[in-house]
């Protein structure tokens, strides 16, 4: 089972930028595409960008496009989120799981609320 630790969120204020990581305990995870999820307050967790693993990327939500950027370090085994002009409605718990299917152990999550 790979184990999946999430870093970098925090408090900005809106207009703000975060890098999010996530690292995998394992070289595996470098062979599956992964994803980056959030769970706003009160709702269901929802992908919002992938990436394969030779680098293809998506981002499933449409008020993330254009803002977000999904990267990974194969070498380091780690997933990166870019998230500029944060705006309050990307307040969530942000995660990392394999996508579009989400098969391991969810980790921790990284919190990013964004308010003034």
């Known amino acids: 089972q790979v184990q999946l630790v999430e870093s970098g969120g925090g408090l900005v204020q809106p207009g703000g930028s975060l890098r999010l990581s996530c690292t995998a305990s394992?070289?595996?995870?470098?062979?599956?595409?992964m994803g980056w999820y959030r769970q706003p307050p009160g709702q269901q967790r929802e992908l919002v960008a992938s990436i394969t693993s030779v680098g293809i990327t998506i981002v499933y939500k449409d008020s993330a496009k254009g803002r977000f950027t999904i990267s990974r370090d194969n070498a380091k085994n780690t997933v990166y989120l870019q998230m500029n002009n944060l705006r309050p409605e990307d307040t969530a718990v942000y995660y990392c799981?394999?996508?579009?299917?989400?098969?391991?152990?969810w980790g921790q999550g990284t919190q990013v609320t964004v308010s003034s």
């Open positions: 799981n394999k996508a579009p299917r989400p098969s391991w152990d």
């Open positions: 394992s070289s595996i995870a470098s062979a599956y595409s």
